[in-house]
């Protein structure tokens, strides 16, 4: 005997051919979208600025991206045609690379490191470079803009760097700064390493501005401790602003004072005026 189906069943029944059919419906489309995922967009080399201004003893940093819109996985190698002398490197995560292997629909951060030579020419230079993975190549045209050079010099007016002096004294030491580049320097500021417990102050103790072929003294007014043994020490003085600095290293020699020296020979006077003294008084006996 046939029973024919209630409603609730057919209601029932119904419902879940739709939720099974919506199920598979969502996994089909996941699927599918993974596999868009996977190859969405065309494989790129971009750069967020391609063009970057820098001096000649500074590096040209540029921060780049790699998309593998391909299928499959790609080894992308670099290579950049630089003028002659110039220098690349290319780091990602902080590792210098060579090659990059990236999975697809991947994009992958490219830091792009490059130094020109120090007698670069101010200018505008296109660095092509690219990233080559098998039969596909991707390129990016990078400007570099060199301005021009820093250089700074710290010396003394006359070039000597040896000075006498005499424990405990005051010794005014003339130094000479001298901007060697081709662009201005800024907030030059002077330093110094001394043996201990001796002092330096400089005068000015910085230089505001110092255009490029010329140069500035500064006074440096240099203190020795008394008691200071007589023999030859190293004072170290430094010019520094933000584009560099230079050292310059001074031979000190320190003697001792003609008082010192007086009373070191009286002494010794005294010493033998007292033997011979002794000598008379009890030789004879």
């Known amino acids: ?26 996994q089909l489309g996941l699927s599918a979208q993974g596999q868009v995922a996977a190859g969405a967009g065309p494989s790129a080399f971009t750069a967020k600025l391609i063009n970057i201004e820098a001096a000649t003893n500074e590096a040209f940093r540029y921060n780049t ?17 630089l003028p002659l002398g110039w220098m690349v490197s290319y780091k990602v995560e902080g590792n210098q690379v060579a090659s990059l292997n990236i999975d697809p629909g991947i994009s992958r951060e490219v830091a792009i490191e490059i130094n020109a030579t120090a007698s670069t020419k101010p200018g505008k230079y296109k660095i092509p470079v690219k990233a080559i993975a098998n039969a596909d ?8 803009v060199v301005r021009g050079s820093y250089g700074i010099i710290l010396t003394s007016p006359t070039g000597k760097l040896s000075e006498e002096l005499t424990s405990g004294s005051h010794k005014e030491i003339l130094l000479e700064v001298k901007n060697s580049g081709s662009l201005p320097l800024k907030d030059i500021e002077l330093s110094s390493q001394l043996p201990v417990n001796w002092e330096a ?11 490029p072929g010329k140069t500035a003294t500064v006074t440096a007014k240099l203190k ?6 007589a023999g030859d020490y190293a004072a170290k003085f430094t010019a520094t602003n933000s584009n560099g600095n230079a050292p310059a290293t001074f031979r000190m020699v320190v003697g001792t004072s003609l008082l010192s020296g007086w009373i070191g020979i009286l002494v010794i006077l005294l010493a033998i005026s007292l033997v011979y003294y002794l000598i008379r008084k009890y030789g004879r006996r």
Do not use: C, W
């Open 224 to 229: 020795v401790p008394d008691k200071t043994i």
């Open 137 to 144: 190549t991707l390129s990016l045209n990078l400007e570099a």
């Open 201 to 211: 102050t400089f005068e000015p103790a910085r230089i505001k501005q110092l255009e």
């Open 65 to 81: 991206t790699i998309h593998n819109g391909s299928a499959k996985q790609a080894l992308y190698e670099f290579k950049a045609d």
């Open 1 to 26: 005997m046939l029973v024919k189906p209630t409603l609730q069943y057919l209601t029932l029944r119904s419902k879940f051919s739709l939720f099974f059919l919506l199920f598979v419906a969502s």
